[in-house]
């Protein structure tokens, strides 16, 4: 029974952020990508809310173009610094966010979400590679 | 196929089906947008308001035209602390929470759903 809950209740999380980020991706006129993304963590582990919804992860910045991401993730043993190789789907949600450094909360801001499958650290502190593994509970 | 990837895949089927309903779009209402500072007074709560919504939040007093009053501020994050000063931006909504506080059993407070919060300047902390 415990089992089972222990996988439902990731799908259920798995599927409402699914159906936000499409949903509200389609009001942008973009829509809910697949794909695989090069991430460097700007934040520890931390939390952000869609429709009321607690979603946990962290904030991070594609490597490259630097574009601003929340990476939805179960996974808490990364930490700010990380490099991250992430597989998943992303599109834009409206979430209500709080800036730990500035302490300043923000409701319905259009924010960048990547829902992360699988996740495999590139650099892991001192440049150590670690192997991929799925998030735990996906 | 394993349990494991069977569920992915009803995840990713979902994703892909559930777009096809269509957006509904986030409430708004209709009231303006107001800002004032507030001075929270308890630790976060939930509550059900009026209308049987459940929401989370601080109980908070502000000072208008000389009198103080008290809100409910609804935030979907808590991570502010009792006695926190904060600058905040919202709507008031058509709802109320019942609360007991202090000396009040049962106080009616409005219920205020926060679009912007940030701590209080610096000179406004140092105030009466």
């Given amino acids: ?7 439902l209740k990731p799908l259920a ?28 963590l700007t934040s520890d582990y931390t939390e952000i809310a869609i429709d009321a919804a607690k979603v946990p992860g962290y904030w991070a910045g594609q490597v490259g173009d630097g574009e601003r991401f929340f990476l939805y993730s179960l996974d ?22 709080f800036d730990d450094a ?7 801001q259009p924010t960048n979400v990547f829902v992360v499958w ?12 670690t192997p991929s593994r799925r998030v735990r509970g996906q | 196929m394993s349990r494991s990837r069977r569920i992915h895949l009803a995840a990713v089927l979902f994703g892909f089906l559930l777009p096809l309903l269509g957006c509904q779009g986030l409430p708004h209402g209709g009231a303006s947008v107001e800002g004032f500072e507030v001075k929270i007074l ?9 209308l049987g919504e459940y929401l989370e939040g601080y109980l908070a007093e502000y000072d208008s035209r000389l009198e103080k009053h008290r809100v409910f501020m609804a935030l979907e994050i808590q991570k502010y602390v009792k006695g926190e000063r904060l600058t905040v931006r919202g709507r008031f909504v058509d709802d109320s ?8 059993w049962d106080a009616e407070v409005p219920v205020f759903h926060i679009l912007r919060a940030g701590p209080a300047s610096p000179e406004k902390k140092l105030g009466p």
């Fill in chain 1, 102 to 108: 500035t302490r300043v909360y923000q409701s319905e």
């Fill in chain 2, 42 to 50: 308890t630790d976060a709560i939930s509550v059900r308001t009026r």
């Fill in chain 2, 97 to 104: 929470v019942r609360i007991a506080f202090g000396d009040q």
């Fill in chain 1, 118 to 129: 699988k996740a495999a650290a590139q650099r892991h502190g001192k440049d150590e590679p």
């Fill in chain 1, 13 to 40: 999380c798995l599927v409402v952020l699914t159906f936000c980020i499409a949903r509200c991706g389609k009001e942008q006129g973009e829509g809910l990508s697949y794909g695989s993304k090069s991430m460097r």
């Fill in chain 1, 1 to 7: 029974m415990s089992t089972r809950l222990e996988i």
């Fill in chain 1, 76 to 97: 808490r043993s990364f930490k700010k610094g990380d490099v991250l190789a992430v597989d998943g789907a992303f599109g834009t949600a409206a979430a209500a966010v």
